[in-house]
Each structure stands twice: as C-alpha cells, then as structure tokens.
C-alpha cells in the first residue's frame, strides 16, 4: 500500500481513466481470485480470470483521472491485502501465543556428550528389560522341560493359529479349531489378537498331531503365564515366541495365522534369522556340490535346492564359499575365488542366482574339490578371519568312488577341526555307505535327500550338530539380530511393516540323562521395534539436523 502510494505521488496530477480503471478492475479480479480460489477447481478460476479479463476497457483513449481517487483505490487495495493476510495466516495468534510464554523461556546451554549419554542409559535400560523377559521365558521353558516325561500316546488340544475359530459343515468348531477371542489392539498394529494366550502355528508339512509335536506343545503350556506377566511388567514389549527344534512356534499374542493363495503355510521358525543365530555359534562353511554328468535332470534340482536352504540359515556372523566341481573344480563366483565371504543378505542372494545357473556335465573328481576347501579354511583359521568358531564342510552329490580317505587323513585328522557334513541326493544307495563314512569320520552328519520335499527337515539337522558344544556346556548367549522387516511373519496380515530388531537365546534340556547329548529344545525370541529406541532421542531434544545412528558390531 505505501510502495503504490510512493509511486503515485511522482506519477503527476492526473492519469488515463482507462487505464486506472483497468488496475482498479485487475485489483478487484486479484481479490476474487484470493478469496474464492480455495473452493473453485483450477478451470473454473481459469474461466473466471478470462470472463473478467474481457470487461477491461481499452487503453486508447486518452481521459484522465484524479491522482487522489487512484490514492484511495491503493488504500483500499491495501488495506483489504493486510485484512485478508492477517484472518487467515494467523500470525496475531501466533505472536500472541508467544507473548504469553515470552516470560518463562529461556536460552539453555545443553551438553551434547552428557545427552549422548543420557540416551545410552535409557537404551540400555529398556533393552535390558526385554532381555530379562527372555530370560523369565528360557527359565519357565526349561524347568517345564524337566518334569515333563515323554508320553508317545498324549492326546492334547491346543490353539491351531490356522484351524482357531474355524468351522465344520455342521456348524461346529473343527478340531484344534476352538472358539479363539481375538480382539484388535492399537500396540500390535491394530491387529486381531488375544493378550490372554498363545498360539501354535506349524508349517504345512509338519503333522500337527506328532507325538513330538504334542508333547513339545504341552511342555511348552508352562509359558502362557510368563508371556502374559512379560507384558504386564514391560507394555512396550511387542511379539514374545518359542520357536522349537520340532518345527512348532508358539506366538504371544494369539493370533489367526492365514495360508497363502496356495493353502499354504510355508513359514518355518527354524529358518528365522533368530532362530538360527541362536541356536549356533559362527560358522565358516564351504558348500560342496558335486555337477557332473549323472547330477542332470531332478537330481540337479535337488540340489540347487538343498544349497539355497543351507544358504538360509546363513546368518550376517557366518561366512560361507560355494566350490562346484566335476572334471575340474569351479568357484560359483570366480571373484571369491580362495576366500570366504560374509553371508550377508547380498552375498546370499547373489550365491542364489549363481547356483541356478549351474549344469551337470563331466565327470565328478571330488578330491580336488574337498582339498581346496580344506586349504581355505585352514588359512582363514590360521589368519584369525572368518567366524573364528565352526568350520564345517557341505558335500553335496549322488555317489563318491574315489579314494579320498588321504585327503581327509591329511588336512583333517586327528584333530577334526572342520565338520563335513554329506547329503546323498536321489534314491540310489549304491554309494551310500561312502558318503556316510565321510561324515561319520569326520564329525559331520549323514543324510539321504530324495525328494524335493525331504530337503527343508535334512539341511536343519546340521544346525542341531553344531549346536552340540554350545548346548552341552550350557552357553545362554543372548543375541540381538541385524535390523530387519518382517514380511514373512505377517505376510497375510494387514500389518505394516517396521523394521526391527530381534532378541533371543537358546532353550537346552537339563535332563540328566540327556544332557552329554547336547539337546536344544529351541529358541525363545521377542521383536523390538527401532521406533521404540528412536523414542529414547527425540527430534526435539537432538535438533532437526543431526542423525540418530545405531551401530551393529558387523
């Protein structure tokens, strides 16, 4: 308004009416447009600006206007721009607002480090509550375990996630299928669930009603308690569960487990990440596998898959090389060639598309192979690299005919610091008894893979074998995963997906009579979501412009 009234006054006496009429007219359209743009759609604004465009008189003629009317018409202009900013910005109740508080602020100086550290305390606090529920799940598992006698001829019904709240023709629940209360809670994504009891869920291909199956799930009864006390004392825990070395997984809250498009429930705790991790200690494996011509056709098949399922319980701590072999020996990845590499997700997927691409042909020469794994692992062991842990050997072929007891009389005896484990593919049993010999000689485990069905239950008995020590001198390690997204889990639930990280710690037997066996019973876990540590520095208390970082010792 005063830069238009500044301007006016070096502008003369007089100026063409036509052409203040039109600044007036323009003015007037300008306004319109503020006020009513916020309701008309952009071609009704657009036709509107045209209309009135064409009520503009022309600048030809020559008429004049008093200076002072056109002062008045920038007064007014003004005016009715300041009335309009100030309705609808706000900014008199903003500086109101500040007015009243301006009393009790104040400048503080803040130390950075003394924050850091403040945060650091709270962080471990709350982790350390989840653990001590971990911990309360382990002890209750355990104990329950050891007054638990196996009875082959229990019969028990419990909640089938799957079956819960399911009915027959007759209208009546299915059995394992009971009437289920679940109920949608804000804490668990608005989930259907229930804080009262657990669940079961068992992958489609573990029978539900397998002695070791029910007499698993009775012992583990012994937990509902625990989870539900877990809760009360920590509200901001989140999912608590029992995966066991059977195959079943108990999950706190209950929840309604939905198949995939296929009627399938493919999920298996044994092949979590968390299940893994602490169930074994690091590991440094080379995967043998054996391509020559009589692996062709189904038999290659099987084999493809018993590496990627070995490769799935391959954790972020382990490292791991695939040799493929048959006149000659071939490294999958010629760029990792003599070297471990972590298993990471990367490296995993990446040994995933490679083994597709493998073909049988030749003839198999599997000393060649076993040596260069030997040599690799010895001087990663001697290097201090890799997991500095297990060491193992994954053999994978149809048949051995060679001599190959001097290899292993060389590298390996007598102290056996490498396992090698030996999975016999297809039906024939012409050479079964040498590919047993390796293993059985070698501190591994034999098995027969026949099917592609058979390959998941074969590739986890590894994992029981290398958990042996761990198990036998009672080694609680309690373990915190990579962060990570749980599609699998929830893959049919309207969840959305969070990243978070995973605490858990074994489950041991402490049966005298079995514990030189070295059982593990299973894994017992709990989610926590990185929200919630984010939670512990906030934005306000850190500045916009600096970086919450978690490190992970990888």
């Not at 350390?128 to 329950?144: G, H, I, P, Q, Y």
């Not at 009546?172 to 608005?190: A, K, M, Q, R, S």
């Not at 889990?489 to 978070?500: I, T």
């Amino acid at each position: 308004r005063h830069h238009a009234g500044a301007c006016l006054d070096n502008a003369g006496t007089s100026i063409e009416w036509q052409t203040w009429l039109g600044i007036s007219v323009s003015i007037q359209l300008v306004l319109l447009l503020m006020v009513f743009a916020r309701r008309m759609v952009p071609g009704a604004i657009l036709w509107l600006f045209l209309s009135l465009s064409c009520l503009l008189p022309s600048a030809k003629s020559q008429a004049k206007i008093p200076l002072e009317t056109v002062k008045s018409w920038a007064d007014a202009f003004g005016g009715e721009i300041y009335s309009i900013m100030t309705k609808y910005s706000g900014s008199l109740l903003l500086q109101k607002k500040y007015k009243d508080v301006e009393p009790t602020l104040k400048i503080k100086e803040v130390d950075g480090l003394e924050l850091v550290k403040k945060f650091s305390e709270e962080m471990e606090s709350m982790l350390r509550r989840k653990v001590e529920a971990v911990e309360r799940l382990v002890e209750a598992a355990e104990d329950a375990d050891l007054k638990h006698e196996f009875n082959s001829s229990l019969v028990f019904d419990y909640y089938n996630s799957l079956l819960i709240n399911e009915k027959d023709e007759n209208d009546n629940y299915v059995e394992l299928g009971d009437e289920f209360i679940l109920e949608p809670n804000e804490h668990f994504n608005n989930l259907l669930v229930n804080t009262t009891y657990s669940v079961v869920q068992l992958p489609t291909n573990v029978y539900n009603k397998d002695p070791d199956i029910l007499n698993g799930v009775y012992m583990s009864e012994a937990l509902n308690p625990i989870f539900a006390d877990n809760f009360q004392r920590d509200p901001t825990l989140t999912w608590q569960y029992f995966g066991s070395s059977t195959g079943f997984f108990r999950l706190y809250p209950g929840i309604k487990w939905m198949p995939d498009e296929n009627g399938v429930i493919s999920f298996d705790c044994r092949n979590r990440g968390w299940y893994i991790q602490a169930a074994t200690s690091p590991k440094d494996i080379i995967i043998v596998v054996d391509i020559s011509g009589s692996m062709k056709g189904l038999l290659m098949t099987i084999a493809k898959h018993t590496i990627i399922t070995i490769l799935d319980t391959l954790g972020e701590n382990d490292f791991v090389n695939i040799i493929a072999y048959n006149d000659y020996v071939h490294y999958v990845e010629p760029c990792f060639k003599g070297i471990l590499v972590q298993a990471d997700r990367d490296n995993r997927e990446h040994f995933k598309q490679l083994v597709d691409e493998l073909q049988a042909k030749g003839v198999g020469t599997v000393n060649k192979a076993v040596l260069e794994s030997f040599k690799i692992l010895r001087e990663f062991r001697e290097a201090g690299q890799g997991g500095l842990c297990n060491q193992a050997i994954m053999l994978i072929t149809d048949g051995a005919v060679e001599d190959y007891e001097s290899v292993f009389e060389k590298y390996n005896w007598p102290d056996r610091k490498v396992r090698v484990f030996t999975y016999l593919i297809g039906r024939e049993v012409t050479f079964a008894q040498n590919v047993k010999w390796i293993a059985c000689n070698n501190k591994g485990y034999y098995t027969q893979i026949s099917t592609l069905a058979d390959v998941q239950e074969n590739v986890m008995e590894y994992l029981h074998v290398l958990s042996r020590p761990m198990v036998i001198n009672h080694d609680h390690d309690i373990i915190w995963t990579e962060a990570y997204m749980d599609s699998a889990l929830f893959a049919s639930q309207a969840q959305s997906l969070l990243l978070m990280t995973t605490v858990a710690m074994p489950v041991f037997s402490k049966k005298n009579e079995t514990r030189s066996h070295g059982i593990l019973l299973g894994v017992v876990g709990s989610d926590v979501p990185l929200r919630e540590l984010l939670k512990l520095a906030p934005r306000y208390k850190v500045r916009s412009k600096l970086m919450q970082i978690i490190c992970h010792h990888t």
